[in-house]
């Protein structure tokens, strides 16, 4: 009779070890699927904004017309100090000094050049706030140059030949506006709008591989 209620007490113990080890399990179990389901949300959390701002990245609002003046404002006052650059250079080359009186186009190039450097560093850095790749940008402003303004000063040293060279001045500042109103759509546009120059620049990849 002891031995079996030895026996029948070590089986009580052996099946109370065994459920109380199930019970462990389960809950060990139930706590990993809490966790993973509270890591899987944080997750989910996580992710949302960075979708957003990815998106509000690859979809840039457009400006509104406060900002497009302001912009406008910028280039045009960029522009007038740049001109101003180019319009006494080139009078100090071709008038003032006599240096280049019969060579008005060298003048104006020289003139031009100058303003273009100032031009494209003020605009691309407070006007434009382009982050675009600067290379590539000053390569489409030589574009513009050769299509725009090489063309601007033969045609301006023509005007000089015909109206005598005291009127060098006035044929400067006619070739300045037509540079400005031209610029300023090149520049928007093109040289710093980050759709064209990336399109420019995976044609480039492209041909590379």
Known sequence: ????????????IQSETQTEKTIATQQESQT????????????????????AAAEAEVQPQKPTKKQQFIQLLK?????????????????????????????????????LTLSVIWNFTFNRKFTFKAANNIPLAMVLVIIYNCIIVVPLAFGGDALVELWGKNWGILVTAITLLINFVTEFFWDKFVVFNPKVTDKILKLFKKKEK
Request: without cysteine; glycine residues 6%; hydrophobic residues 40%.
């Open 75 to 111: 280039f045009t006052l960029f522009s007038a100090s740049a001109g101003v650059i180019q319009l006494l250079s080139t009078s100090i080359l071709h008038e003032w000094t006599g240096w280049l009186v019969g060579y008005y186009y060298i003048a104006y190039i020289i003139g």
């Open 32 to 51: 990993e699927a809490v966790t993973e389901n509270v890591i899987q949300s944080e997750e989910v959390q996580t992710d949302t904004p960075t979708d």
């Open 1 to 12: 009779m002891e031995e079996n209620e030895k026996i029948l007490s070590e089986t009580d």
